[in-house]
């Protein structure tokens, strides 16, 4: 059945053309140039040998088909041997120089030659992955222009790499973003959508963030430089799915774990199937034919192809469409999630919540009791004393007292002896006063307790409440909203038909805005007033109860959960960098509706692998009976022993397809 993210704004965005990649031209992979090399040379001997011409003429072109396709899994497996471990390349090489000793020069250049091609697929897959999200990298321009001065007197053209934080460059019209930074003078609409999926461009005026690679409008704008070219959000991308390319499932590990074993038993099994034979009188010839074909189709090579391929596949495509999913591990453990908890503010909302009210002490005709110092300031000079004290936080409901104060013409002071507890709230000295701004929980003991009419009624409109304390005095309540993200109802629903139970709310949010955001989206189980230490404590429950818990969150206070998890996503527009390097997958263009997407993507790629193993496993217990219980030609045990090897790895780079993210989205 079609998912009804199919039918919104965001899902549509989800099954855009992803970004071009760049592509690795084939005859530059020196695997694909041996084995076009080998597979040429044996194509020229092949009908030589076959009508009858003199050995001199057809035993050179073997020669280089037997030098070019084994050379290099030759001398690995040599490494290899070195290193006191057996693999089934050198398995190969052998069996094949085994066929040649014995007058079949045939067989065994068919074997090295379907062995080469098998191998320069497993390269071209890998290199395709890597491919798929260093394209990224073609978004970002060649050049810059670097202003020396403020005014722009002096222009200079150097490359992204050469600028450092603090530098100042300016972005004509029409040209893309060579870093990322924040803009310091002039008015633009940017196309975003390559980094954060928005349809539309933004406008972006002085104080606005903007992303290297993201293309600028009709303006010209001077931006300010923020982080090296090594550390924007495309480098980032770019680097984690490197390292992701290079980690190995759990179910690669266990194969690769049992194959030297196999691999030495398969050594042991072709000694005594050659010794046993010959000491009874049997033919030599023809023994050692039988025992070199017991040797390849035993031979777990399409086992070994069987696991990775599908995986990095999949990894390249989610990050194509806006999931860096940080490792192999993380996309075959996906797959595996039961139950879904959701954070609230950035990740169910948009992260970007407003100042909707402002309580102080006689508004609305209350009166808080020992409001003293407090009760004294009106709206404008709480709002003040807050935002001064936000000013340091990285939290958005910081940024949204910021904003309301700019907005209002505010004076926002510096603000000294500054501190933050995650959960809690912050603290500052402004002006000589202390300053306590945060959750009414957290703050009741000192001295709330007189404005929580207040609060109950703020939180009993659905908002956020947030009680500012100035010298250790009620001073005023914030009433703080947020909007829910486009989709979020949708992507809930997905979630919880993907795993067979409804996702949960966890926030540290007042039980009241918690539940009337949850009923909009969907969500019956609400946890809400939590503090870290609590998201963690209801991880750790579900998963002692035998559940595998996915966290999605954004924030700082939701990075212990994404840790504790079995699995963990943030949120990466306004994602904490705590919480991003903590998550597991990293949500780049902040769509909501790729969650259930990649954890559907994770289960197609577990299902891929699982055929894998069955069609290597056929092929090689049937290829492995008809050698021993009757006569299997070598030919015909390369071919399918070969044969086999190639489709598990062509079956694995389906998921580098387009069409494989459509039906991850149709599948959620």
């Known amino acids: 059945m079609v998912s009804p993210l199919l039918d919104d704004r965001p899902a549509a965005r989800l099954l855009a053309p992803p970004v071009p990649s760049r592509r690795t031209r084939l005859l530059a992979l020196p695997e694909v140039r041996w084995a076009a090399l080998s597979a040429v040379a044996f194509l020229l001997a092949f009908p030589l040998d076959l009508a009858g011409a003199p050995g001199w003429v057809w035993g050179p072109l073997y020669a280089v088909c037997y030098a070019a396709g084994g050379w290099e899994p030759g001398w690995a497996g040599l490494v290899a041997l070195k290193e006191r471990s057996l693999d089934v390349d050198l398995l190969m090489v052998v069996a094949a120089i085994g066929a040649a000793a014995i007058g079949q020069f045939l067989d065994g250049g068919l074997l090295i030659v379907i062995f080469a091609v098998s191998g320069a697929l497993e390269a071209l897959a890998t290199r395709r992955t890597a491919d798929s999200v260093r394209g990224l990298l073609d978004l970002a321009p060649a050049t810059a222009v670097r202003l020396r001065w403020a005014d ?155 696991t990775m391929p599908p995986l990095l596949s999949a990894i390249a495509n989610a990050g194509r469409h806006g999931v860096l999913v940080k490792s192999a591990v993380v996309m075959e453990r996906l797959g595996d999630v039961t139950r879904v908890a959701l954070d609230k503010t950035g990740t169910l909302t948009e992260g970007a919540p407003r100042i909707a009210e402002v309580r102080v002490p006689g508004s609305g005709g209350e009166v808080w009791a020992g409001s003293g110092v407090g009760g004294g300031l009106g709206e404008d000079e709480v709002l003040a004393l807050a935002a001064a004290a936000e000013h340091p936080s990285e939290h958005p409901l910081a ?174 527009r306004a994602g904490s960098d705590l919480a991003l390097e903590t998550a597991d997958a990293v949500v780049v263009r902040d769509e909501l509706a790729t969650v259930p997407a990649v954890v559907a993507l994770s289960r197609r790629a577990r299902r891929l692998v699982v055929q894998n193993l069955v069609v290597a496993s056929v092929c090689i217990g049937v290829l492995v009976i008809w050698d021993l219980a009757g006569h299997l030609p070598l030919p015909l045990g390369v071919a399918g022993h070969e044969g086999s090897t190639v489709l598990v790895g062509l079956n694995g780079l389906r998921l580098l397809r387009e069409g494989a993210w459509r039906g991850a989205v149709r599948d959620a």
């Not at 002085?206 to 430089?225: I, K, M, S």
């Not at 550390?231 to 049992?258: C, G, N």
């Not at 009620?474 to 947020?482: C, F, H, K, Q, S």
């Not at 609590?534 to 429950?541: G, H, I, L, P, S």
């Open 399 to 572: 940024r949204a007292v910021v904003a309301l104060a700019k907005e209002r013409g505010l004076p926002v002071h510096a603000a000294e002896d500054f501190s933050s507890v995650p959960g809690r709230g912050v603290r500052a000295v402004v002006g000589g006063r202390e300053v306590r701004v945060g959750s009414p929980l957290a703050l009741l003991g000192s001295g709330a307790a007189s404005a929580v009419g207040a609060v109950r009624e703020v939180e009993g409109a659905g908002r956020t409440a947030v009680v500012v304390l100035v010298d250790g005095v009620p001073a005023g309540v914030l009433g703080i909203e947020d909007r829910v993200r486009v989709g979020a109802g949708e992507a809930v629903a997905a979630l919880g038909r993907l795993t067979g139970s409804a996702p949960v709310l966890l926030t540290g949010d007042n039980e009241r805005a918690a539940e009337q955001l949850a009923g909009g989206v969907g969500i019956t189980e609400v946890r809400a007033g939590l503090l870290p230490q609590d998201k963690v404590a209801a991880v750790r429950e579900w998963e002692a109860a035998g559940e595998k818990v996915l966290v999605v969150g954004d924030g700082v206070n939701d990075a212990p959960a994404l840790a504790a998890a079995h699995s963990g996503i943030a949120m990466g």
């Open 152 to 306: 722009g007197e002096l222009e200079e053209v150097v490359g992204p790499e050469e600028l450092r934080v603090g530098d100042l460059v300016l972005v004509r019209p029409g040209e893309r973003l060579p870093v990322d930074g924040t803009v310091v003078d002039g008015v633009s609409e940017v196309d975003q959508a390559t980094i954060t999926g928005e349809p539309l461009p933004v406008n972006k005026e002085p104080g606005d963030e903007v992303f290297a690679g993201t293309l600028n409008g009709t303006g010209a704008l001077r931006v300010r430089v923020d982080k090296d070219a090594s550390e924007s959000v495309i480098a980032r991308i770019v680097e984690m799915v490197e390292e992701a390319s290079e980690t190995k499932a759990p179910t690669q590990l266990f194969i690769e774990k049992i194959e030297q074993r196999y691999s030495v038993g398969v050594v042991v099994a072709t000694l005594a199937l050659f010794a046993v034979p010959l000491a009874l009188g049997a033919d030599f010839t023809r023994t050692l034919l039988r025992a070199m074909t017991f040797m390849i189709v035993a031979s777990p090579c399409a086992v070994v192809l069987a």
